[in-house]
């Protein structure tokens, strides 16, 4: 096992035990070429090993929270009522929260959890190659900046990163200059239900992961999606299932709910993903679903 893998492995099972079985589970899974993706990934954003026991720190905190949620979803079968404005203050706009907890677990959540890591090579073996060879792609809602780095490095295109997180967007700043990308990107703070007003027909490539299950409107998002691609053009959207977390709202039951609201927006499905976070454990237990979709706008 590679160094700072190793590393963050021996600090799980000492410090979380829950954790402990988390990347062996990988690593028998996905075998030597993740764990060496992983840690070059780790060396990249972190450097120091008490900069990783940090992201450690929040990835646990994160793993934690979602567990609880999770647990509490198998009995109600909703998500707690929240308002995106609660949200909003809660989350988004807590350096605190955002800097400490929520992007350090979604950047490990990336190899660490199998349904995100199956989006990431749906991504790589579906999406990478019909990538436009150059033009300018939008990523809505960039998180931690990890799809963003990685349409810099497989494509020519050039990139705007829109957020209503300002701390999203510093994070995400940060992780492109430490991959050397930084130059060919630019970033907005807007929201995410108007942002197609400074892009109309702009983008060769539309991004957005995870994002739709965090507004009260979903539709309203994507319908800004499609008015910012230019005809022809390509996206890659996903959404969480039935997988409730601090900042869910809305609830999609099924991947074909996903399918149905892209559908609606006007896109044309080229391939989809369904992903299961893991294989249910009891009769009955709804499990967590990862749906991502290659979208097209008709010429």
């Known amino acids: 096992m590679n160094n700072f893998v190793s590393e963050l492995q021996s600090y799980f099972a000492s410090k979380y035990p829950f954790l402990s079985a988390n990347i062996p589970r990988q690593q028998q899974l996905l075998g030597d070429s993740w764990?060496?993706?992983?840690?070059?990934?780790?060396?990249?954003?972190?450097?120091?090993?008490?900069?990783?026991?940090?992201?450690?720190?929040?990835?646990?905190?994160?793993?934690?929270?979602?567990?609880?949620?999770?647990?509490?979803?198998?009995?109600?079968?909703?998500?707690?009522n929240k308002t995106y404005a609660e949200c909003?203050?809660?989350?988004?706009?807590?350096?605190?929260?955002?800097?400490?907890?929520?992007?350090?677990?979604?950047?490990?959540?990336?190899?660490?959890?199998?349904?995100?890591?199956?989006?990431?090579?749906?991504?790589?073996?579906?999406?990478?190659?019909?990538?436009?060879?150059?033009?300018?792609?939008?990523?809505?809602?960039?998180?931690?900046?990890?799809?963003?780095?990685?349409?810099?490095?497989?494509?020519?295109?050039?990139?705007?990163?829109?957020?209503?997180?300002?701390?999203?967007?510093?994070?995400?700043?940060?992780?492109?200059?430490?991959?050397?990308?930084?130059?060919?990107?630019?970033?907005?703070?807007?929201?995410?239900?108007?942002?197609?007003?400074?892009?109309?027909?702009?983008?060769?490539f539309i991004l957005s992961i995870e994002v739709l299950e965090h507004l009260e409107d979903p539709m309203k998002m994507l319908e800004s999606l499609y008015k910012s691609l230019k005809p022809g053009g390509l996206g890659l959207i996903s959404a969480a299932v039935n997988a409730p977390n601090a900042d869910h709202i809305y609830l999609y039951r099924s991947c074909e709910d996903v399918r149905h609201q892209l559908i609606k927006a006007g896109f044309e499905i080229r391939h989809d993903t369904c992903d299961e976070a893991y294989e249910a454990r009891t009769i009955g237990e709804v499990v967590p679903v990862n749906y991502g979709a290659l979208v097209c706008k008709p010429s």
């Open 35 to 80: 764990s060496q993706e992983f840690d070059g990934e780790l060396i990249k954003h972190f450097g120091t090993i008490e900069e990783l026991r940090t992201a450690a720190d929040g990835y646990a905190k994160f793993a934690m929270d979602s567990l609880l949620l999770t647990a509490k979803f198998q009995k109600t079968k909703d998500y707690d």
């Open 88 to 204: 909003a203050s809660e989350v988004y706009q807590s350096e605190s929260y955002m800097h400490s907890l929520y992007l350090p677990g979604i950047l490990l959540s990336h190899y660490l959890w199998k349904h995100h890591y199956a989006m990431y090579q749906f991504y790589k073996s579906i999406v990478v190659p019909v990538l436009p060879k150059s033009g300018l792609f939008i990523d809505v809602g960039v998180g931690t900046g990890f799809y963003s780095r990685n349409l810099l490095r497989d494509s020519q295109m050039t990139g705007i990163g829109c957020d209503m997180s300002p701390h999203s967007l510093s994070y995400t700043r940060s992780t492109l200059s430490k991959f050397g990308t930084v130059d060919k990107y630019s970033f907005c703070l807007c929201d995410y239900y108007h942002f197609n007003q400074y892009f109309q027909s702009t983008a060769d």
